[in-house]
């Protein structure tokens, strides 16, 4: 069956450094998206992407985030300036089309655990 | 989109019926009912989404009364791997999905 892949599972990076987070989306989905959970807190949204380009974004996805599809298979979320809030579990997620009322399923990743220190 | 309140937390035993209700009173026209269930240390996963009325499928069962003001969550005989969070998300077309906190569900033997 095919999955969402994710890398690194853990990452460690100290506050100020930048991030990348990587994610292979399933091959044939068309949107993409990030959320992130705090420990022992809800699942957030952060943004959607498609047609290489964000098409929603929340109001924690602010001028540190960003997002980038560099390739046919690749999609990252990177944070330019890591702050000890960031620290949380980064889920990507794909879809094989945009939330419509015939399906409202997304395939999330395993996650990356960031921790900053 | 409507907010939801589902239980924090349920116990069952292995082989019980457990459902879950959740309650989205001002949910609009065109929103969906999904649920979603995350176990430890792992991205949520789909389970079942609804309009109206009752929607099965191998995994679960999903309610909708006619005023769509709630909906159950129905899981069959409950094993231990189904302990995990089990989130009620109202949806609609072109947004994102919002979590809640969710039923943390735990079965035990």
């Known amino acids: 069956e095919p999955e969402v892949t994710q890398t690194p599972s853990h990452q460690v990076t100290q506050m100020g450094q930048e991030v990348i987070l990587r994610c292979v989306p399933i091959?044939?989905?068309?949107?993409f998206y990030w959320y992130r959970q705090i420990l022992g807190q809800k699942v957030e949204f952060l943004v959607s992407?498609?047609?290489?380009?964000?098409?929603?974004k929340s109001e924690i996805f602010d001028d540190q985030f960003s997002v980038e599809r560099p390739d046919g298979s690749n999609f990252t979320l990177k944070i330019r300036s890591t702050k000890l809030e960031d620290s949380a579990m980064y889920f990507c997620?794909?879809?094989?089309?945009?939330?419509?009322?015939?399906?409202?399923?997304?395939?999330f990743g395993p996650g990356t655990r960031l921790t900053v220190t | 989109l409507a907010k939801t309140t589902q239980p924090i937390s349920m116990d069952s035993y292995e082989g019980q019926e457990v459902n879950i209700t959740c309650s989205h009173n001002?949910?609009?026209?065109?929103?969906?009912i999904t649920w979603y269930q995350q176990f430890p240390s792992q991205g949520p996963r789909f389970i079942i989404q609804?309009?109206?009325t009752k929607v099965t499928n191998e995994v679960a069962s999903l309610f909708i009364p006619a005023d769509r003001k709630s909906s159950t969550l129905s899981l069959p005989r409950v094993s231990l791997s189904d302990t995990a969070v089990y989130y009620c998300?109202?949806?609609?077309?072109?947004?994102?999905?919002?979590f809640g906190k969710g039923t943390t569900l735990s079965v035990s033997s």
């Open positions: 997620a794909s879809s094989e089309s945009h939330p419509t009322g015939s399906s409202y399923e997304q395939y």
């Open positions: 091959s044939n989905h068309l949107y």
């Open positions: 992407f498609y047609n290489n380009e964000i098409s929603e």
């Open positions: 001002n949910i609009a026209t065109n929103d969906y």
């Open positions: 609804g309009y109206k």
């Open positions: 998300l109202v949806v609609r077309a072109g947004t994102a999905l919002i």
